[in-house]
């Protein structure tokens, strides 16, 4: 069960705190520039939507938090910037 104080965490992730979390699950691309919750899917996953700055302009990508174990995990498919 997710307790409020945990759907509050995971809904309000900033893009450091992202970034930050991403980097603990092996992301080593730039560091997001913004970030904005989307929503949960249905397989219970808090998907966000991250910028970062790339030459030229900015590119953005999703990632998904779950939650197990008292932990945050971050999963992205990132394999250019990995």
Request: proline share 4%; glycine share 10%; charged share 15%.
């Amino acid at each position: 069960m997710i307790t409020p104080d945990t759907l509050k965490t995971l809904i309000s992730f900033s893009a450091p705190a992202l970034t930050r979390a991403a980097k603990d699950a092996g992301y080593k691309g730039p560091a997001f520039s913004s970030c904005k919750f989307l929503g949960i899917t249905n397989g219970g996953q808090f998907c966000y939507m991250a910028v970062f700055l790339v030459k030229g302009g900015t590119d953005s990508t999703k990632l998904f938090l779950t939650h197990t174990g008292g932990r945050v995990n971050v999963d992205y498919h990132l394999t250019e910037l990995a």
